[in-house]
């Protein structure tokens, strides 16, 4: 599941560099672009405590989560 949530976090940093690239192509202010990106961070870092939280709590439901997202029934 953590590989998961790396690579989906991975993913997003690429895709907010692209998107920083294209808005400075075309003039316009990296802010949003920025604004994103540390929006995609925040985002990434929740989701990471709170599969952390439930793999403490609830081990089982952890399992379900990580088969249903990761599609391989470690």
Same mark, same amino acid.
């Given at each position: 599941? #953590?590989?998961? &949530? /790396?690579? $989906?976090?991975? !993913?997003?940093?690429?895709?907010?560099?692209? #998107?920083?690239? &294209? /808005?400075? $192509?075309?003039? !316009?202010?990296?802010?949003?672009?920025?604004?994103?990106?540390?929006?995609?961070?925040?985002?990434?870092?929740?989701?990471?405590?709170?599969?952390?939280?439930?793999?403490?709590?609830?081990?089982?439901?952890?399992?379900?989560?990580?088969?249903?997202?990761?599609?391989?029934?470690?």
């Amino acid at each position: 599941m #953590l590989r998961t &949530v /790396f690579t $989906l976090g991975v !993913f997003a940093l690429l895709g907010i560099f692209l #998107l920083g690239s &294209v /808005f400075s $192509l075309f003039g !316009f202010m990296m802010g949003a672009a920025m604004w994103v990106l540390g929006l995609a961070i925040k985002v990434l870092i929740i989701g990471v405590i709170v599969y952390v939280v439930i793999r403490i709590v609830s081990p089982e439901t952890a399992r379900r989560l990580r088969t249903r997202f990761s599609g391989s029934g470690c």
